[in-house]
């Protein structure tokens, strides 16, 4: 009788790897696997889920954090390249 009893009713060791481990659409290929703007690398082939189509939802959230840092920068960059080109235009049209 012993024999036939499930050791793992629940299934809890399984159920807690899949939720640490839980999948999500990668974020920056969208789940297609390769990026066609870098398809002359190693065939566009996509280097965050490694042509997976699918990643961690903590390396998901981690790549959104990223680019919206990234993005911030970015946008601080050409405000502070158009200030730069306003101040250059302002000095030659005073010349
Ligand atoms: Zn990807």
């Given at each position: ?11 809890t060791?399984?159920?807690k ?18 990026i066609?703007t ?9 280097f965050?889920?490694h ?17 919206r ?27």
């Amino acid at each position: 009788m012993e024999m036939n009893a499930n050791p793992n009713p629940k299934g809890t060791k399984t159920m807690k790897t899949t939720e640490t481990c839980e999948m999500v659409a990668c974020p920056r290929c969208g789940g297609e696997k390769r990026i066609l703007t870098f398809s002359y690398v190693m065939g566009g082939i996509c280097f965050k889920c490694h042509g997976v189509g699918k990643v961690t939802a903590e390396a998901a959230e981690k790549y959104e954090a990223w680019k919206r840092w990234k993005l911030s920068k970015v946008a601080a960059d050409v405000a502070h390249a158009e200030m730069e080109h306003a101040y250059a235009k302002a000095i030659y049209d005073a010349e």
